[in-house]
């Protein structure tokens, strides 16, 4: 079972993204104090949502934008797809909790099992888990813990689950993610490396890596499409790159430059705006 996963990895059917509220701006938790532009960041993410409906022919379900929920666009956190299975998490940061209530419903209406976190110790962000095709890896972060991590073991019984310390950085996706068929791409920095040499020695399998120079631009989108083939959304040379000219050398990638400017500055990356599904026709 977990090698004809392996073998349709990248595949995705649909997504589900939704809109940036107005309090983005002001009261999305961050690291930094950069100011967003509001305007700027709403037409980052209709290029991300057009390009995953329009030129990667994905079906993409479209929620609207929550006022009262600053972070609600990063639905990564709010929900794990893999097969037909969606866990629903319980997101690390309290004012994060009611987002995931309109994730269960676009979930529930791709028909997907849904099991839901409902233990209290638990708490599990979506950008923590590093699904590779033939296991899982979770970060223990300031939003993750061991109990949220053995709840999602728990769901996705066909896989081994790991877990690694997140040392630095919000998730364990704020500097890894898949490029590829076991590839990782990994953040240059110290402690993105340190997980990275922990992740392998956790492993039964052996995985090339890509490093890049920026940790933040190691978090990428990997997709394998019919009639594409590999495709990599990845941030822009504008801002990072060093880091652009490493994917540059993907041979037979179909590389699409993603800007992410604003989104960055509160703590978002290319993963974090979507959930990507496999569904397959006869469920």
Same mark, same amino acid.
């Given at each position: 079972?977990?090698?004809?996963?392996?073998?349709?990895?990248?595949?995705?059917?649909?997504?589900?993204?939704?809109?940036?509220?107005?309090? &983005?701006?002001?009261?999305?938790?961050?690291?930094?104090?950069?100011?967003?532009?509001?305007?700027?960041?709403?037409?980052?993410?209709?290029?991300?949502?057009?390009?995953?409906?329009?030129?990667?022919?994905?079906?993409?379900?479209? %929620?609207?934008?929550?006022?009262?929920?600053?972070?609600?666009?990063?639905?990564?956190?709010?929900?794990?797809?893999?097969?037909?299975?969606? %866990?629903?998490?319980?997101?690390?940061?309290?004012?994060?909790?009611?987002?995931?209530?309109? !994730?269960?419903?676009?979930?529930?209406?791709?028909?997907?099992?849904?099991?839901?976190?409902?233990?209290?110790?638990?708490?599990?962000?979506?950008?923590?888990?590093? *699904?590779?095709?033939?296991?899982? +890896?979770?970060? &223990?972060?300031?939003?993750?813990?061991?109990?949220?991590?053995?709840? &999602?073991?728990?769901?996705?019984?066909?896989?081994?689950?790991?877990?690694?310390?997140?040392?630095?950085?919000?998730?364990?996706? /704020? *500097?890894?993610?898949?490029?590829?068929?076991?590839?990782?791409?990994?953040? /240059?920095?110290?402690?993105?490396?340190?997980?990275?040499?922990?992740?392998?020695?956790?492993?039964?399998?052996?995985?090339?890596?890509?490093?890049? $120079?920026?940790?933040?631009?190691?978090?990428?989108?990997?997709?394998?499409? $019919?009639?594409?083939?590999?495709?990599?959304?990845?941030?822009?040379?504008?801002?990072?790159?060093?880091?652009?000219?490493? +994917?540059?050398?993907?041979?037979?990638?179909?590389?699409?430059? !993603?800007?992410?400017?604003?989104?960055?500055?509160?703590?978002?990356? &290319?993963?974090?705006? /979507?959930?990507?599904?496999?569904?397959?026709?006869?469920?």
């Amino acid at each position: 079972m977990a090698g004809l996963m392996a073998a349709g990895f990248g595949l995705y059917t649909h997504a589900v993204v939704r809109g940036i509220p107005v309090s &983005l701006a002001k009261e999305a938790l961050r690291s930094s104090q950069a100011e967003v532009d509001l305007s700027e960041a709403r037409r980052e993410h209709e290029v991300y949502v057009e390009v995953l409906r329009t030129r990667l022919g994905l079906e993409v379900l479209e %929620l609207p934008a929550d006022e009262s929920l600053p972070d609600c666009v990063f639905v990564e956190d709010a929900a794990v797809v893999c097969g037909d299975t969606a %866990l629903i998490t319980r997101p690390g940061a309290e004012s994060r909790w009611r987002e995931t209530e309109a !994730m269960k419903g676009a979930l529930k209406s791709l028909n997907l099992n849904i099991v839901e976190m409902t233990d209290e110790n638990a708490t599990l962000d979506g950008g923590d888990v590093l *699904f590779t095709g033939r296991e899982f +890896f979770v970060g &223990l972060s300031k939003r993750t813990n061991q109990k949220g991590a053995e709840i &999602l073991a728990d769901a996705f019984k066909d896989y081994a689950v790991s877990t690694v310390p997140v040392l630095e950085g919000l998730h364990l996706k /704020s *500097f890894c993610s898949m490029g590829g068929p076991g590839l990782i791409v990994i953040g /240059s920095s110290e402690p993105a490396q340190k997980t990275l040499k922990i992740m392998q020695q956790m492993s039964d399998h052996r995985y090339d890596k890509l490093t890049v $120079p920026d940790d933040y631009a190691a978090n990428c989108i990997y997709m394998n499409l $019919p009639n594409k083939g590999h495709v990599l959304l990845h941030c822009t040379a504008e801002q990072y790159p060093e880091s652009a000219k490493v +994917f540059e050398k993907l041979q037979d990638y179909m590389l699409i430059p !993603m800007s992410n400017l604003e989104k960055v500055k509160v703590d978002g990356a &290319l993963t974090c705006c /979507s959930v990507l599904i496999n569904k397959r026709a006869n469920i």
